[in-house]
Structure formats: structure tokens, C-alpha cells
Nanobody, 126 residues
Framework: QVQLVESGGGLVQPGGTLRLSCAASGFTFSSYGMAWVRQAPGKGVEWVSDIGAGATRYSDSVKGRFTISRDNAKSALYLQMNSLKPEDTAMYYC?????????????????????WGQGTQVTVSS
């Protein structure tokens, strides 16, 4: 069964840290670029970061605070989130882009992705 399962979300105070994990199964994980995206209540999906072919990219809103990584042997994707802010509050999804490249702009919302998980909630609040 092709699926992505996220974990690691929770409630954290501003300035805190969380590490999200995503377990992939049913496809050759190492062959795909992968991404983290998020969706806040009432807002569209926002690309956060992606990784593939040795390259990592971040949105301006998280650059310098978040770190994406992967373990192909474990078919796992990670997102280390430091210096969390209230505006980081959202449901976070592990996602497989339809067309991965270091030039991709991901401007079509969920239509840019062929697979995503059920999400893990991140809430940053004091």
C-alpha cells in the first residue's frame, strides 16, 4: 500500500522545537524528491521545504529555523523545527511532488502533489 504517515506534532511554546517524522511505504522512496507542506485553518496549502538529488530548499518563512532530512534506508523523511513561532501553527503534511526539481515553484496547491499523508498538527502557543 502506497502511503505516507506523519508523526511528531504537538503543542509547543514560542521558541520551542519539534521534530516531525514521515514513514513512507509502498514505493521506492529513494527515487523521489519529497516535501513538507503545511496548511493553517482557513488557508491554502503552503510549501515549506523539499529535498532531492542532494539538494534542500526552504520557504523564506522557515529558512534558518527548519531543517529537512531523509534516511533512504528507512524510507523516512524528517523536519527539524527550531525557534518555532505562533505563525508556524498548522497541520503539517509529508508530500510527494508530482514534478520535483530544484526550480519547481509549487504554485498549484494540492495539485502539485501526487501523494500526502494524514498530517500531524503543530500548535505554537504560550
Amino acid at each position: 500500500q502506497v502511503q505516507l504517515v506523519e508523526s511528531g506534532g504537538g503543542l509547543v511554546q514560542p521558541g520551542g522545537t519539534l521534530r516531525l517524522s514521515c514513514a513512507a511505504s509502498g514505493f521506492t522512496f529513494s527515487s523521489y524528491g519529497m516535501a513538507w507542506v503545511r496548511q493553517a485553518p482557513g488557508k491554502g496549502v503552503e510549501w515549506v521545504s523539499d529535498i532531492g538529488a542532494g539538494a534542500t530548499r526552504y520557504s523564506d518563512s522557515v529558512k534558518g529555523r527548519f531543517t529537512i532530512s531523509r534516511d533512504n534506508a528507512k524510507s523516512a523523511l524528517y523536519l527539524q523545527m527550531n525557534s518555532l513561532k505562533p505563525e508556524d501553527t498548522a497541520m503539517y503534511y509529508c508530500a510527494r511532488p508530482k514534478q520535483y526539481s530544484i526550480h519547481e515553484t509549487y504554485s498549484n496547491g494540492w495539485a502539485d502533489y501526487s501523494l500526502w499523508g494524514q498530517g500531524t498538527q503543530v500548535t505554537v502557543s504560550s
